[in-house]
Nanobody
Framework: QVQLVESGGGLVQTGGSLRLSCAASGRTLSNYAMGWFRQAPGKEREFVAGVNGGGTTPYYANSVKGRFTISVDMAKNTVYLQMNSLKPDDTAVYYC?????????????????WGQGTQVTVSS
């Protein structure tokens, strides 16, 4: 049984930083792509960042490129999202997700397993 548990959300001022964690259990991250998505109030869930299985080939949405960094600690089977220079538009519930194959995709429908989400609020 695959489980994904996010943590690290919170309230931060504009320009601040947060690091989200997604602890995975049930199978190794070596073989499965991981993604971070977010959903703001009244909006659809959108892709933020992703990596291929093993933590290779990070890919970012244009809106976060240069500010967010996705990484994987294989020893801890955990994916991180380091978020810097946060803006009010980054306010959302952030979810990590896992595909059932090695290569990342920006489409949420292609991710099989999801965490419960963690709230990130950026005040102006």
């Amino acid at each position: 049984q695959v489980q994904l548990v996010e943590s690290g959300g919170g309230l931060v001022q504009t320009g601040g930083s947060l690091r989200l964690s997604c602890a995975a259990s049930g199978r190794t991250l070596s073989n499965y792509a991981m993604g971070w998505f977010r959903q703001a109030p009244g909006k659809e869930r959108e892709f933020v960042a992703g990596v291929n299985g093993g933590g290779t080939t990070p890919y970012y949405a244009n809106s976060v490129k240069g500010r967010f960094t996705i990484s994987v600690d294989m020893a801890k089977n955990t994916v991180y999202l380091q978020m810097n220079s946060l803006k009010p538009d980054d306010t959302a519930v952030y979810y990590c997700a896992q595909r059932n194959e090695r290569f990342l995709n920006v489409l949420e429908g292609l991710y099989l397993y999801w965490g419960q989400g963690t709230q990130v609020t950026v005040s102006s």
